[in-house]
């Protein structure tokens, strides 16, 4: 089973525009409909950013946290790398480091403990990573 510490790899902080990306592995064995992401929560150099600031990214996908509990029809692999797009009004120069904390919370469609109640993963991950030039 994978855990909180999953979440966030070394080089999972790159720099944008306006703002920072954060690329999380999916914190279980395996691949999951991104429906089954229940919530996403970020907090960088100790300031929580809302979650409505907060755009998330998969592959040509690009929506809101909270439109993910629509998105039945995609798959997170875990192969992949769910893209959480930070907006900051002063992004941190490139090879700063940057503590950053993230919360994914997530619905398991198929351990189903009750009628519409499932089995929930909340996989939290702080570090203090470098923040890298370039696109992702």
Known sequence: MATGDTVLTDDSLVRRPGGLAIALT????????????????????????????????????????????????????????????????????????????VTVDLRLPYMQIAPRVYVTNHAADRRSLVAQGGPR
Request: aromatic share 8%; charged share 25%; no cysteine.
């Open 26 to 101: 999916v914190p279980w064995y395996r691949s999951l409909w991104l429906s089954s992401v229940t919530d996403i929560a970020v907090t960088v150099e100790g300031r929580a950013v809302p979650r409505s600031d907060l755009r998330v990214e998969l592959g040509e996908l690009t929506s809101g946290v909270e439109e993910l509990a629509g998105r039945w029809d995609v798959l997170w692999f875990v192969q992949d790398r769910l893209v959480v797009v930070v907006p900051l009004d002063e992004p941190p120069a490139e090879g700063q480091a940057v503590d950053v904390e």
